[in-house]
């Protein structure tokens, strides 16, 4: 199944997988080479310790594999009307506090809240797709209904 994915997200990924690959999983190995060659190794925590993280490392690739063989790599590029899309940086005014806040439309490997990162399938991420800058949303959450002004949209490809 494909799965939407930006420019900047797919790179992202492929860099992690790559620095496991290349980097990462050939020093644990090394390290568990080294640990297994000093004898007994049920007691040995540097060896135990190797072969967890050298799973966790393989467990990563599995599931990096999967999100990038299954992506679909979308153009971040603003559309000729202005509305917001995939990819988009939206600035938004809360009505009620006047508070700012600034949100990207991604796909959903690359979700982070803490960075301002949402899906397009969140409450917010579908209530801004289609509208423009000047337009108020109503933003039905688990905390009541939010008012906001769209005061900027932008995108980066």
Same mark, same amino acid.
């Given at each position: 199944? %494909?799965?939407?994915?930006? %420019? =900047? ?9 790559? %620095? ?27 060896? #135990? ?13 599995r599931e990096l ?8 790599? *979308?153009? #971040? ?12 940086? +939206? ?5 009620? #506090?006047?508070? =700012?806040?600034?949100?990207? +439309?991604?796909?959903?490997? =690359? ?6 990162? +949402?899906?397009? %399938? ?14 108020? *949303? ?11 002004? +769209?005061?900027? *949209?932008?995108?980066?490809?």
């Amino acid at each position: 199944m %494909k799965h939407l994915i930006s %420019k =900047e997200g797919f790179e992202k990924l492929k860099a992690e997988w790559e %620095k496991l690959k290349y980097d990462e999983r050939p020093k644990m190995i090394n390290q568990v080479q080294a640990a297994a060659a000093e004898g007994d190794r049920s007691e040995n925590a540097a060896y #135990t310790y190797g072969r967890m993280r050298v799973r966790e490392i393989d467990r990563r690739l599995r599931e990096l594999d999967r999100i990038l063989d299954g992506a679909q790599v *979308v153009s #971040t590029a603003a559309p000729d009307d202005g509305s917001i899309r995939f990819g988009a940086t +939206i600035k938004l005014l809360d009505k009620k #506090t006047h508070r =700012e806040k600034i949100y990207r +439309i991604v796909g959903e490997k =690359e979700i982070d809240p803490l960075q301002g990162n +949402i899906s397009m %399938k969140s409450p917010i991420g579908e209530s801004l797709m289609g509208k423009k800058e000047g337009d108020e *949303v109503k933003v039905v959450a688990p905390r009541g209904t939010i008012l906001y002004q +769209i005061t900027k *949209v932008t995108y980066e490809g």
